[in-house]
């Protein structure tokens, strides 16, 4: 496999807003609305964050980022996010990018993961971040409005580095 | 009791700077670091928030604030945060502004208010957030860095409006 997983330039993020637009319109995984815009979009994925991308063979096929999960006293933990191109699916680009984030966030000294909210539903993502090593540490009953399904829980799920 | 608890002005902050800039030093219970500046905790407190104040004969005793705790699809549900000035503890100023929190929070239109990183040896904060109807949904492993424990677990508390 072919994949280079590299961090990201401002070049990049035509490719990674394709990516996260289209999520964004699917509306089941991530909390950002149908209408974010481009520029709110980049400054979500690329301020005060360390932004890489998938390439597979030239192509941009996902995208992930590491940041900060809060300031201050809770500095050490890490926040992650990855979305992989709706065409690139099941080629195990998020296990491999996961994977990378792990030692990436590492390096970057924190000591720990954490997601704030894995959509409940969202099932391959969980089992994914389980077979990461991530646990369910907490679930918010109806914390994220799907766009199908209306009101449904989502996950805390963390994991030492 | 002659408290009264209304939405804070931008000429309340030097008030409410104090009990920040305070609670800060002490590293307890709020993930702000000790050198946290004036113009960071302005903008913590003041700005994408609504910030009210508790006011006792004249003096600003307590503030809190609600805001949004995530955007778009997590927007129905807020966080809040609550801070007492030292002087003025064991007066039940905390309960008094979560319940008018619990009250505006609705009339702003939220579903549900959740606490993201509640410090689980803070156990008289813990001990008002349940009788106030609050459950613990989840609890971070290691996630605060306690001034004078180190790393201590965080709660997630959560409760419907």
Redo the contacts between chains.
Sequence with gaps: MSLEIRKATDEDFDSIWEIFHHIAQI?ES????AD?TYKEAYKIWMVDTTPYVAVLDGEIVGTYLIRQN????????CNAAYMVHHDYRKQKIGQAMCEDSLVEAKKQGY??M?F??VVSTNHKAVALWMKMGFEV??????????EKLG?VD?Y?M?R?L
């Design positions: 509306g991530y909390i950002y609305p974010t809060k300031v201050g006293r809770g500095s050490h933990v000591q720990a954490q704030n909210i540490v907490g679930t918010i009953p109806k914390a994220f409005d799907h009101l989502a805390i963390h030492f």
